[in-house]
């Protein structure tokens, strides 16, 4: 019983943790929005990113789980997916990038998002 007991405590601890925001994966660092930018918003609510970055470029953006309106959401992501990709972190923090029409909320909370990301990479790599 006492086995069984402890197995629960470390599940419990290991799904209460948060994830780290940021974390080397085969030689790129990726920056997880989920926790530092709680505050952005889209239109129905927080719209977390993985930011990849690699010898300082952005590799790739990944759109986690959100709440927001999947026509809309869609639409956004399609629109800026690929935007920053191949800039050097310095390049994409001045990018003025256009966010998709009919889509606003959504496409500047990705546009804050990936600031964000950036701003915490530069701050803890």
Same mark, same amino acid.
């Given at each position: 019983?006492?086995?069984?007991?402890?197995?629960?405590a470390?599940?419990?601890?290991?799904?209460?943790?948060?994830e780290?925001?940021m974390?080397?994966?085969?030689?790129?660092?990726?920056v997880?929005?989920?926790?530092?930018?709680?505050? +952005?918003? !889209?239109?129905? %609510?927080?719209?977390?990113?993985?930011?990849?970055i690699?010898? *300082?470029?952005i590799?790739?953006? #990944?759109?986690?789980?959100?709440?927001?309106?999947?026509?809309?959401?869609?639409?956004?992501?399609k629109?800026?997916?690929?935007?920053?990709?191949?800039?050097?972190?310095?390049?994409?923090?001045?990018?003025? +990038?256009? !966010?998709r029409? %009919?889509?606003t909320?959504?496409?500047?909370?990705?546009k804050? *998002?990936?600031k964000?990301?950036? #701003?915490?990479?530069?701050?803890?790599k």
């Open positions: 019983m006492i086995l069984g007991c402890m197995a629960i470390i599940a419990l601890t290991s799904a209460g943790q948060k780290k925001a974390v080397k994966e085969n030689g790129a660092y990726v997880n929005t989920t926790e530092i930018a709680k505050d +952005v918003m !889209g239109y129905e %609510g927080t719209t977390p990113l993985k930011v990849y690699r010898k *300082n470029k590799e790739k953006i #990944e759109f986690l789980p959100n709440q927001e309106t999947p026509k809309y959401w869609n639409a956004a992501k629109h800026l997916q690929n935007k920053w990709d191949g800039k050097t972190v310095k390049e994409a923090k001045t990018m003025e +990038v256009d !966010g029409t %009919g889509a909320f959504s496409s500047d909370a990705v804050a *998002n990936v964000r990301a950036l #701003e915490y990479y530069e701050k803890n």
